[in-house]
């Protein structure tokens, strides 16, 4: 359904201009679709198009806009008559497709009485009577956002069950009644994301990797921590080791020096941990079976 209006403003176009056929590579060119997928589309119209010549431009013009409800002009009634409400009333676009403003509404006094092309703005306080009075079958919101759910809710309380909703909110409407939302403003985000893709990001702009600035004769790693091989400075900024060996935070559990595995007890072997080093950081974990997470302690001696 929402290729159909993009078929029909191209077979417009193609009836304006004496064009009496039209290819499947035309209009999915139109429609940014492959040929298959135009054909497939017109299928579920009844319309399959003559093979070398393709789709009678005048015919398939009828079968789309019945499908879409074109055949009879819609009445239009817009709510909110500031510079977008005001630009919207002008365009005449809107009547050329079916579409009629037959009302303008607002709420600002000084508003009302003013005439937009062949329409008076009227006070919103009217709004249920202008529904009734123009037969009208779609409502446009192009007021503020605190204000468009109570605009909302007496379209719909008045009958109207087609709402173009312009302002920047989200609608709450009963089931059986259909929104569409416009908001130029989050279009307008998503291609500032594409345009931000292909572009290199500016330095200020790349992510931190959390590497910082290191004096003379030193080689920070990431983390601010020397890299392996860096053992004198390492040595310089480890804070001393606690007493007896323990690991900070944890009483009890013995710091390992380089290439011994003691027990608790200073004496017996140890099997069940192993030393490592990762960027200057000396870690102790524990092998397969052990449930202890990692945990970091400092290097010591500027053992590398």
């Keep these: 359904m929402a290729r159909l209006p993009l078929y029909l403003r191209v077979l417009t176009t193609l009836a304006e201009g004496g ?18 997928k135009v054909r497939k589309d017109l299928s579920h119209l009844g319309s399959y198009g003559t093979r070398g010549v393709g789709y009678e431009v005048d015919v398939l013009l009828d ?14 009634v817009l709510i909110g ?44 306080d009217e709004l249920e009577q202008v ?16 204000a468009a759910q109570q605009v909302c809710d007496r379209l719909v309380a008045a009958g109207v ?3 173009l909703n312009f302002a920047p909110t989200v609608l709450s409407v009963p089931e059986g009644v259909d929104v569409r939302k416009v908001d130029l403003a989050v279009e307008l985000q998503i291609l500032s994301f594409h345009e931000a893709r292909k572009r ?24 601010g921590a020397s890299p392996r091989g860096a053992g004198p400075d390492r040595a310089q900024q480890a804070p001393s080791p606690s007493p007896a060996g323990e690991v900070p935070g944890h009483p009890g559990e ?28 000396v ?22």
């Excluded at 064009?19 to 298959?36: E, I, M, R």
């Excluded at 809107?94 to 937009?116: C, K, Q, S």
């Design 131 to 146: 529904i009734a009075e123009c037969a009208v079958t779609i409502g446009v919101i192009c007021t503020p956002a605190a």
């Design 161 to 163: 069950t087609s709402i």
């Design 200 to 223: 290199p990001p500016s330095p200020r702009e790349a992510p931190p990797n959390g590497s910082t600035q290191a004096g003379p004769g030193s080689a920070a790693g990431p983390g």
């Design 81 to 124: 008559v500031g510079n977008l409400g005001h630009a919207l009333a002008g365009y005449g676009g809107f009547h050329a497709r079916g579409f009629r403003i037959v009302a303008l509404v607002d709420a600002d006094p000084d508003r009302v009485g003013e005439r937009v092309g062949a329409v008076i703005v009227r006070p919103v």
């Design 283 to 304: 870690r102790v974990t524990r092998q397969a079976g052990q449930t202890r997470p990692v945990q970091a302690v400092p290097a010591e001696g500027g053992a590398s």
């Design 19 to 36: 064009v009496h056929t039209v290819s499947s590579d035309t209009l999915a060119a139109a429609a940014g679709v492959t040929p298959a």
């Design 254 to 281: 013995t710091s390992l020096a380089a290439g011994a595995t003691t027990g608790t007890d200073g004496a017996t072997p140890r099997t069940d941990r192993v030393r490592t080093e990762t960027d200057g950081v």
């Design 63 to 76: 079968c789309i806009a019945a499908k879409l409800g074109l055949t009879e002009d819609r009445s239009v």
